[in-house]
């Protein structure tokens, strides 16, 4: 059913604070969500209410958290989260980055001992906004091979970019570095279909196309996905201290520990390089010259990152509001803190 961006938003951020979490968490938590609902990343918008709220229910979120933080130089320094709710923490990270590039031009800023931050283009789209050039990553829990492996090793560790133009529009590039989330081998699963060849593996390391068979996920582009992905668990892993690679904690193990990720923001004045509105204005010229050009037949247009999403949401406004399944919006609207079903969960079980 459709809802209004209010009404969801509001759904979230009540469910959130039924389950211990302060109202200023929960109103950042529920804005970020609804942002990545309405441009259409449903896989990171209401759908993951219920176990944020089983883990903040059983106190693997912390939810008086005590952040610290710690400049180490002039362009660079450490937000501690104390295992509070990773929006939040990824968002004041993101403060103090544009706060310090916007001072010095540039910004190296970790955050370490967080939780799942969700959608992270929310981030560097925050600097973006701000006249300022970003790139963000993270980590994620391990299930995807290394390059030519057999075990999973690193997670789905996202990178995203944001730049400004001289107009309304601003570049978000936005992606997990696996070729498919886990949730599309569930969707397949479910139906009873089959997935294409380089989706995932066995526990072999070789390629299934039965869903049933999957034991791990697969980097995208091969051994230079397994290349990107690597570099994010250095940047917001290994660079700041918390665990990484296999080390790193599983979502769905211990709901009632803090899970202790990382994450890294690069942020960078062009004030500094080439200068702002020439900067702007050339992004502005890189966005015309992307969408004038012909496009390949079946794909229509050629989109600059970030504007399919866009699209999305104004579409689903246009339309009467964001689409969000049923038992979903039942749950939301329900007393239910949470049906217990995520703690211990074995992601690769049926
Ligand atoms: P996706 O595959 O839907 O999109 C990836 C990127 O490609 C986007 O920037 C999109 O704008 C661009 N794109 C897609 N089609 C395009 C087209 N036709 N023309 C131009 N650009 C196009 O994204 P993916 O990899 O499924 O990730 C979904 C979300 O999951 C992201 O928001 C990501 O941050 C989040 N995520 C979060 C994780 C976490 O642990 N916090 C882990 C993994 C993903």
Redesign the pocket.
């Known amino acids: 059913m459709r809802l209004s961006r209010n009404e969801l938003k509001t759904l979230m951020k009540n469910k959130m604070m039924a389950a211990g979490l302060k109202e200023e968490h929960a109103e950042v938590t529920a804005e970020i969500l609804t942002w990545?609902h309405e441009r259409g990343?449903a896989?990171?918008g209401a759908v993951r209410v219920e176990y944020y709220s089983e883990r903040i229910f059983k106190g693997g979120i912390t939810t008086e958290p005590n952040f610290t933080w710690k400049e180490t130089g002039p362009c660079s320094g450490i937000l501690d989260g104390d295992n509070g709710i990773g929006y939040v923490v990824a968002q004041e990270g993101m403060k103090k980055a544009i706060e310090m590039a916007k001072k010095n031009g540039v910004a190296v800023v970790g955050m370490a001992n967080m939780s799942?931050?969700?959608?992270?283009?929310y981030y560097s789209e925050m600097a973006a906004k701000e006249d300022l050039v970003a790139i963000t990553f993270?980590q994620?829990d391990p299930m995807a091979v290394p390059y030519g492996g057999t075990e999973p090793y690193y997670?789905?560790?996202?990178i995203?970019f944001a730049a400004p133009t001289a107009d309304e529009r601003t570049v978000?590039?936005?992606?997990?570095t696996t070729v498919q989330?886990w949730g599309k081998i569930l969707d397949k699963r479910s139906k009873g279909a089959s997935i294409p060849a380089d989706w995932a593996v066995d526990e072999k390391g070789a390629p299934v196309t039965d869903p049933h068979l999957v034991n791990a996920l697969v980097p995208i582009a091969g051994a230079k996905g397994y290349g990107l992905m690597m570099m994010v668990d250095i940047f917001s892993g290994v660079l700041l201290g918390v665990p990484f690679g296999k080390h790193v904690s599983s979502m769905y193990h211990d709901l009632s520990q803090g899970r202790c990720l990382g994450q890294m923001h690069i942020v960078i004045d062009p004030e500094r390089f080439v200068g702002l509105e020439k900067f702007k204005q050339s992004m502005s010229q890189v966005c015309d010259e992307l969408g004038e050009m012909p496009a390949a037949e079946g794909y229509g247009k050629v989109?600059?990152?970030?504007?399919?999403?866009v699209m999305r949401r104004d579409k689903a406004y246009a339309e009467g509001g964001i689409e969000v399944v049923d038992e979903l919006v039942e749950y939301l609207r329900s007393d239910a803190i949470h049906f217990d079903r995520y703690d211990h969960k074995n992601r690769f079980a049926d």
């Open positions: 990545s990343y896989s990171h799942h931050s969700g959608s992270i283009g993270c994620s997670g789905t560790n996202p995203s978000v590039f936005d992606m997990a989330a989109y600059y990152p970030g504007e399919r999403a």
